[in-house]
């Protein structure tokens, strides 16, 4: 009844800047350290192997649903 275009603009606007950070923190840690394997290889050197599985299983049941 009161909603507006207003919140979806602002919604857009604050998941914009989070996926900006992201794409900005995964270049820069490509520039640092170039290797192979992605998001998983990165979590697995800079967290942890067990951060690195989730995040592996994580994509696969994105990708399948």
Known sequence: M???PLGA???YTCYGF???GVCLGAGE???FLPIRG???TYAALY???AA???IGWNFFYAATM
């Open 38 to 40: 992605g998001y998983i």
């Open 18 to 20: 989070v996926i900006w």
């Open 9 to 11: 603009l602002l919604a």
């Open 47 to 49: 967290l942890d192997p």
């Open 2 to 4: 009161w909603a507006g």
């Open 29 to 31: 840690m490509a520039a």
């Open 52 to 54: 690195s599985f989730a």
